[in-house]
């Protein structure tokens, strides 16, 4: 290894290179590098994660006489630990994998800090492994119902790649769905989850339920088999729970009271009312829905929840000019007990990315003037950032919108909350590090 341009035309490495197999057998037996190792392979996607365990498994092949670029393995290493001797060098890479973990650690303490939750589509397993492997905290996970009431992730109502051509998942049976491409069930998907936690208690899930069946019936029942799954998994706490739904939202209050919740979905900017019972419009409660093949949006200033099959079958959103009394009392509750009670303001903040470029200083006061409401009520916020710069989108919404936002991210958060600082200590968040998405 000390002069890699005598290894790589030779036909035998076994005589030339056997320290440098000596050194790399003692890594592989010590128990406490191996410790190191498995935690590098969860999250072996992560930027530096990949980096370093590529150049520890090229080590590894060199030692079992397997040909590969030693140029480019030495370019990794300084000169002067190339001239080190061997077992320096081999503890070099185990060493430059502890510091990739440490950032690791410090990305997953940050997305817990400031409240990222990775937003990007997760309907099969190599998905969700490779959003948990690239270092992702806290995973939205779309969930949605089978004929047989077993839950899927899916953020599709239908269980094919082609919306209009393909079946809805609620009219078929289990193995069905099992059998159209690689559809992941929520069973399975927190069994991949629990490895992670386990691994960092950083780690959360949220879990947005896009339906919960026809009925009220069907609502406890569902319910009440997801509550079966996350206490197998030891989870329950681990658990935030979303919907666009408010009659959902209840529903979930009844069976999951102390888990956090939020509202998703988004608020009107510019149209809205108060967003609570002191209108700044039309007194009366009013609602209408645009509905196509499928998909169902509702405008509403209404302040009580219609109780519907909300996402059965179909997409399902909403666009509020004002909240519900009961879901902003339910929210409120749960920011009063010490857990997380959000609603959108996404909507709000896609606008103001478009003010951003135009009047810099009314995009500011825009997203303040939202803020501000939601904070009146006692309710937190849940905003979008821009996927274009989701750093920069970041770190602008929570100093307009305040620290306790909970952040969406349409990129996967691991390389980029690595490089976040710390929260600024005059930056008070409205509960501690732990209690920040957890109850």
């Given at each position: 290894?000390?002069?890699?341009?005598?290894?790589?035309?030779?036909?035998?490495?076994?005589?030339?290179?056997?320290?440098?197999?000596?050194?790399?057998?003692?890594?592989?037996?010590?128990?406490?590098?191996?410790?190191?190792?498995?935690?590098?392979?969860?999250?072996?996607?992560?930027?530096?994660?990949?980096?370093?365990?590529?150049?520890?498994?090229?080590?590894?092949?060199?030692?079992?006489?397997?040909?590969?670029?030693?140029?480019?393995?030495?370019?990794?290493?300084?000169?002067?630990?190339?001239?080190?001797?061997?077992?320096?060098?081999?503890?070099?890479?185990?060493?430059?994998?502890?510091?990739?973990?440490?950032?690791?650690?410090?990305?997953?303490?940050?997305?817990?800090?400031?409240?990222?939750?990775?937003?990007?589509?997760?309907?099969?397993?190599?998905?969700?492994?490779?959003?948990?492997?690239?270092?992702?905290?806290?995973?939205?996970?779309?969930?949605?119902?089978?004929?047989?009431?077993?839950?899927?992730?899916?953020?599709?109502?239908?269980?094919?790649?082609?919306?209009?051509?393909?079946?809805?998942?609620?009219?078929?049976?289990?193995?069905?769905?099992?059998?159209?491409?690689?559809?992941?069930?929520?069973?399975?998907?927190?069994?991949?989850?629990?490895?992670?936690?386990?691994?960092?208690?950083?780690?959360?899930?949220?879990?947005?339920?896009?339906?919960?069946?026809?009925?009220?019936?069907?609502?406890?029942?569902?319910?009440?088999?997801?509550?079966?799954?996350?206490?197998?998994?030891?989870?329950?706490?681990?658990?935030?729970?979303?919907?666009?739904?408010?009659?959902?939202?209840?529903?979930?209050?009844?069976?999951?009271?102390?888990?956090?919740?939020?509202?998703?979905?988004?608020?009107?900017?510019?149209?809205?009312?108060?967003?609570?019972?002191?209108?700044?419009?039309?007194?009366?409660?009013?609602?209408?829905?645009?509905?196509?093949?499928?998909?169902?949006?509702?405008?509403?200033?209404?302040?009580?929840?219609?109780?519907?099959?909300?996402?059965?079958?179909?997409?399902?959103?909403?666009?509020?000019?004002?909240?519900?009394?009961?879901?902003?009392?339910?929210?409120?509750?749960?920011?009063?007990?010490?857990?997380?009670?959000?609603?959108?303001?996404?909507?709000?903040?896609?606008?103001?990315?478009?003010?951003?470029?135009?009047?810099?200083?009314?995009?500011?006061?825009?997203?303040?003037?939202?803020?501000?409401?939601?904070?009146?009520?006692?309710?937190?916020?849940?905003?979008?950032?821009?996927k274009s710069n989701p750093l920069e989108s970041l770190l602008r919404t929570k100093e307009q919108m305040g620290q306790d936002s909970i952040i969406y991210s349409d990129v996967s958060p691991g390389d980029f909350a690595a490089k976040l600082d710390k929260k600024q200590q005059n930056q008070p968040a409205s509960?501690?590090?732990?209690?920040?998405?957890?109850?």
């Amino acid at each position: 290894m000390n002069s890699a341009e005598n290894y790589n035309n030779s036909e035998d490495y076994s005589n030339s290179n056997s320290e440098w197999t000596e050194a790399m057998a003692s890594l592989k037996n010590d128990s406490s590098h191996e410790k190191v190792l498995d935690r590098a392979k969860l999250y072996r996607e992560f930027g530096r994660i990949a980096v370093a365990l590529t150049d520890y498994e090229d080590a590894l092949k060199i030692s079992e006489n397997k040909k590969v670029d030693l140029d480019s393995l030495d370019e990794q290493l300084s000169p002067e630990q190339i001239k080190m001797p061997e077992e320096v060098q081999a503890d070099a890479l185990i060493k430059q994998i502890e510091t990739a973990l440490s950032d690791v650690d410090r990305s997953l303490e940050n997305q817990l800090d400031y409240s990222i939750v990775n937003h990007k589509q997760i309907n099969t397993r190599d998905a969700l492994k490779h959003e948990l492997q690239s270092g992702s905290g806290i995973p939205e996970l779309d969930i949605r119902f089978d004929a047989d009431g077993k839950p899927w992730i899916s953020h599709s109502p239908r269980a094919g790649t082609r919306f209009l051509f393909s079946k809805p998942i609620h009219k078929l049976h289990s193995e069905e769905v099992a059998g159209i491409g690689e559809r992941l069930s929520l069973e399975e998907g927190l069994d991949i989850f629990k490895q992670y936690k386990e691994d960092n208690k950083n780690h959360r899930v949220v879990l947005e339920l896009k339906e919960l069946g026809p009925s009220a019936e069907t609502r406890k029942e569902y319910l009440e088999n997801i509550r079966q799954m996350l206490e197998k998994n030891d989870l329950v706490d681990s658990t935030i729970f979303a919907t666009l739904s408010p009659s959902i939202l209840k529903s979930t209050h009844e069976v999951f009271p102390e888990n956090s919740k939020i509202l998703n979905g988004g608020i009107a900017p510019v149209i809205s009312y108060d967003l609570a019972e002191k209108s700044m419009g039309v007194a009366e409660d009013k609602e209408f829905a645009v509905k196509i093949p499928g998909v169902e949006l509702f405008f509403s200033n209404s302040t009580e929840i219609a109780e519907r099959a909300d996402g059965y079958g179909k997409q399902t959103g909403y666009l509020w000019t004002r909240l519900p009394k009961e879901t902003v009392e339910t929210l409120k509750n749960m920011n009063e007990k010490g857990g997380v009670g959000a609603a959108s303001l996404t909507v709000v903040n896609k606008f103001a990315n478009i003010l951003d470029k135009l009047s810099p200083k009314t995009a500011k006061k825009l997203r303040e003037h939202y803020a501000t409401q939601l904070d009146e009520l006692g309710i937190r916020k849940q905003v979008a950032i821009s996927k274009s710069n989701p750093l920069e989108s970041l770190l602008r919404t929570k100093e307009q919108m305040g620290q306790d936002s909970i952040i969406y991210s349409d990129v996967s958060p691991g390389d980029f909350a690595a490089k976040l600082d710390k929260k600024q200590q005059n930056q008070p968040a409205s509960n501690t590090d732990e209690e920040e998405l957890n109850t």
